[in-house]
Each structure stands twice: as structure tokens, then as C-alpha cells.
């Protein structure tokens, strides 16, 4: 069943119909609990909640289905936007960006110019970018690209995804770069080719990138919900005398709102995804996808 539900979500979620249906009618069906708004000012005042008890944000301009140069260039005019919003409020947040929305599927050079642009604006504001990890076919192009702006910019992270195989590899070679990396279980459906069909073995990766990539002394983003993953990394550190300032847990908007507060309480630092837009129907469904137990979630929203 679960399996049934998780398929007919990310089927959902790639679905250009029901993502035009879905911006028509706003946020609605209890996705306002995943996306902080669909204007900068909302996703702005969303963060400043958050900062409020200590917790730092990375805002996410939600686009999907970026078909034309130009819809891809003001999709980077949107991350722009978002970067001097932050300056303006003063607000603590960087930002993420998936690369497909900066044009990678038309032309990879309208990307790299895309992301330049966006990186100048974040280094006269003294920012930081994450580019996020999108699907398997889209991994080696963007990690090269990535390869290609640290020539330029120190200020652009990436983000590794523990079930894929090839992923110690790429934290091994990424050493070299010093990379401030995002360490994550993965998000998209992988065929048993490229990724870890079971569970436990992403874990069990996402554990062994942790170690390795801390241990080569380099920043980490360690994101996860999984609190097995959460103790993992706390003890880790402690045995091998690592600061806090070493690293960050980080966590999705609207998901372990406790456990995000009690890190913080802890003195850890933790960062919230904050994502925002009209695009937010996609983003939602792989929440869904996620944890199909948050249909009932949903459900109870629209019988609200
Ligand atoms: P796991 O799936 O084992 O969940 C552990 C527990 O967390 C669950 O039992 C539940 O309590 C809670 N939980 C997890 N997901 C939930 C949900 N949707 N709703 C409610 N509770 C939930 N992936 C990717 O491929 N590319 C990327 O760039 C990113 N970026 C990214 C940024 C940040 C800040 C986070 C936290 C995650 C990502 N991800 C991602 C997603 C990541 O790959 C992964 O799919 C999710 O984080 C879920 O895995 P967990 O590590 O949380 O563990």
C-alpha cells in the first residue's frame, strides 16, 4: 500500500497537469504545513520565525517545468530576488536552487551563466548558494558544473545523496575542493543499477559519508529527520572531539519542528529548508512520497 501510494505521488508530482491545476487554486490540502507561502514576503516573515528561537534557514525558490531560456533566466531573476530580500531584512538564511530551473535540460551554458549570476549577487551580499541534488541522470553534469564555479566562487555548496553507489567516490574526489556538502539519504526513485534498494544500506552509507567527510575536515550539512542519523553524527563528533561550528544539522520545513528546537537547545546549529513559491505542488508531493503516513495528514485537511 505504501509503496502503491509513494509511486502515485511522485507520479503526481511530475505531473505538468496537476501542477497547473495546483497553482490555479493555491496552497491548499494541508501544504501550507511544507511551504512557508508563495511570495518572498511570506517565505522572508516564515524565517524570521525561525531565527527567532536560534534557527537558521536556506530559502528554496520553488520552480518546476523550466522549458525556455526564458523562463529559465527569471527563475535565476526569482533566486536574485530572494538574495536581496535576505540583505534587506537581515534575516539569517542562504539559499538553495535546483539547477534544472536555472535552464541545465536546455543548455548547460545558460545554466553556468544563470548560476553565475546568482553567486556574484550572493558574494556582494556575503551569501552563501546550495545547489541541491536532483535525479540520478542529472548527478555527473551537476557535479562538474559545480567543479567548474568553485574555480570562481568559494561561496556554493553542493549536496551528496548517501543511496547512490558511486557516493564515497564523490566525496573522496570532492576532498580536493575543501566542498561544503549537504550529506542526504536521496529523494528520487533510483532503479537498483545506481542506487541502494534497501533501507538500511543508505543509512549505513549516509553514516559512512558523514564520518568520511568530517574526517577530512571539511564543512557538513548533515540533513536528516532520522534520529538514528541525528545520534550517529552527535557521537561521532564527541568521540572524535569535532566543534560544532565543524558542521550543521539540517531539516525540512514543517517536519520535526521539535526535535529541530531541542538541537538548537543543545547548541547545535540547525538549518530549516524553507521552500516558497506558486510552484509548490511538486515539492509537495515528494513529501508525500516521503511518508505516505502524511495522506492521513492530508486528508484531514480536506475534510477540515
Ligand atoms: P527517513 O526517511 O528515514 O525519515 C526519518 C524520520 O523522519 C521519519 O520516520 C519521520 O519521522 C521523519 N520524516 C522524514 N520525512 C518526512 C516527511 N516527508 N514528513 C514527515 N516526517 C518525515 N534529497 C535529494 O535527493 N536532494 C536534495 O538536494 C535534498 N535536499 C534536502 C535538504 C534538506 C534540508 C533535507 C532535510 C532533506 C533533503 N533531501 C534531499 C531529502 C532527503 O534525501 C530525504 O529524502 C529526506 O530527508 C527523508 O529522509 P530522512 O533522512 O529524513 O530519513
Keep these: 500500500m505504501d ?15 496537476a501542477n497547473r491545476l495546483a497553482k490555479k487554486y493555491g496552497l491548499r490540502f494541508g501544504a501550507a504545513r511544507f511551504v512557508a507561502g508563495e511570495t518572498i514576503k511570506q517565505s522572508i516573515d516564515a524565517v524570521r520565525r525561525l531565527n527567532e528561537d536560534g534557527r537558521m534557514a536556506t530559502l528554496d525558490h520553488l520552480g518546476e517545468f523550466v522549458f525556455s531560456s526564458e523562463e529559465a533566466e527569471e527563475s535565476a531573476n526569482m533566486c536574485m530576488q530572494t538574495l536581496d530580500a535576505i540583505a534587506e531584512s537581515g534575516v539569517t538564511s542562504n539559499l538553495s536552487l535546483k539547477m534544472t530551473s536555472l535552464g541545465l535540460d536546455i543548455n548547460r551554458e545558460l545554466c553556468v551563466n544563470n548560476m553565475k549570476r546568482i553567486l556574484s549577487r550572493a558574494r556582494s551580499h556575503n551569501n552563501f548558494v546550495r545547489i541541491d541534488m536532483e535525479d540520478y541522470a542529472h548527478c555527473q553534469v551537476s557535479l562538474d558544473i559545480y567543479r567548474e564555479l568553485r574555480e570562481q566562487y568559494d561561496n556554493v555548496g553542493i549536496v551528496i545523496q548517501a543511496y547512490l553507489y558511486r557516493t564515497v567516490q564523490d566525496v573522496t574526489d570532492l576532498n580536493g575542493l575543501k566542498a561544503n556538502l549537504r550529506l542526504v539519504k536521496g529523494a528520487y526513485k533510483e532503479s537498483a543499477d545506481v542506487a541502494f534498494p534497501e533501507k538500511k544500506d543508505v543509512d549505513e552509507n549516509l553514516k559512512r559519508i558523514i564520518r568520511l567527510h568530517l574526517m577530512n575536515g571539511n564543512y557538513a550539512a548533515v540533513a536528516s529527520h532520522d534520529e538514528a542519523i541525528i545520534n550517529f553524527t552527535k557521537d561521532f563528533v564527541r568521540e572524535q572531539g569535532i566543534s560544532k561550528d565543524a ?9 520535526c519542528e521539535d526535535l529541530q528546537k531541542q538541537l538548537v537547545q543543545e547548541g547545535y546549529r540547525v538549518r530549516v529548508y524553507v521552500p516558497y513559491g506558486v510552484d509548490w505542488f511538486g515539492y509537495f508531493m515528494r513529501r508525500l512520497a516521503e511518508r505516505p503516513a502524511n495522506v492521513w495528514f492530508v486528508l484531514k485537511n480536506m475534510l477540515k
Excluded: D, T, V, W
Excluded at 3 to 17: D, E, H, I, P, V
Design 3 to 17: 509503496m502503491l501510494l509513494k509511486n502515485m505521488f511522485q507520479a503526481l508530482g511530475k505531473s505538468r497537469s
Design 247 to 255: 558542521f550543521e544539522f539540517q531539516m525540512l520545513y514543517g517536519i
